[in-house]
């Protein structure tokens, strides 16, 4: 059982370059979600999809964008990397059939800007 | 909007010592709310979720949290320490904006556990 797999699982990635991190999930979820997770800022929301086709924005969306061509994929770009945006990055998908279903999360991926 | 506090970004404890870990939330409807453990370098495992019933929720490994409205509290215990249970623990709450749903972290707790 995967679930959810992230890629790569770590990256340094040169300042000004660009950026795709990869998410596919195996739950047939419609929802699916990218944090980003700081210390002591907890996980914060970046982008999400309530289903193919559809994506929205979250808490901190400026210099990312996401696509939602399929039920299973859901990329997220970073155009062109800032430092600001050395994180870990978590992409999480949930059934959409109420507030009362928990997400499930992939290992994530550890990005450095430099 | 829906929000949660964690009080405490460490908490230490003795190997076999009590656990409690707290969380408050805040919400204008009724919550559903959740506990996650991240262990190291790893992502979010869910511990348990309270939504409607049984004020008393227990979870996997040990772990149980008690739903009480008039603190709006949401805490999570454990009798009874693991070295295995040091980890990352992070308190949500489901909320719905703007016509999709999210789940909202709080900053998260970490426990160290010594022998």
């Known amino acids: 059982i995967a679930g959810i797999t992230q890629a790569p699982t770590s990256q340094i990635l040169a300042a000004g370059r660009r950026m795709t991190l990869r998410c596919t999930q195996d739950?047939?979820?419609?929802?699916m979600y990218w944090y980003r997770q700081d210390l002591g800022l907890g996980l914060r929301l970046i982008h999400y999809?309530?289903?193919?086709?559809?994506?929205g924005k979250g808490e901190v969306p400026d210099g990312y964008s996401v696509s939602r061509a399929n039920t299973d994929d859901f990329p997220l770009t970073l155009a062109s990397a800032v430092p600001s945006q050395t994180s870990v990055y978590f992409c999480?998908?949930?059934?959409?059939?109420?507030?009362?279903?928990?997400?499930?999360f992939g290992q994530g991926t550890r990005l450095t800007v430099v | 909007a829906q929000s949660v506090t964690q009080l405490g970004s460490h908490v230490s404890v003795s190997e076999g010592a009590l656990v409690l870990l707290r969380c408050n939330y805040s919400?204008?409807?009724?919550?559903?709310l959740f506990w996650y453990v991240q262990y190291p370098n790893q992502g979010l495992q869910l511990l348990l979720k309270?939504?409607?019933?049984?004020?008393l929720v227990k979870g996997i490994n040990g772990f149980e949290a008690e739903f009480k409205k008039s603190e709006t509290s949401f805490h999570l215990t454990k009798p009874s320490a693991h070295m295995s249970d040091a980890a990352e623990y992070f308190c949500?709450?489901?909320?719905?904006?703007?016509?999709?749903?999210?789940?909202?972290f709080g900053t998260g707790t970490r426990l160290l556990v010594s022998p």
């Open positions: 999480a998908s949930r059934e959409n059939r109420g507030l009362n279903t928990e997400a499930f």
């Open positions: 739950m047939r979820h419609n929802a």
């Open positions: 999809s309530n289903t193919a086709g559809t994506t």
């Open positions: 919400s204008s409807v009724p919550p559903y």
């Open positions: 309270y939504t409607t019933g049984a004020t």
């Open positions: 949500a709450v489901s909320a719905m904006n703007t016509g999709f749903q999210k789940l909202v």
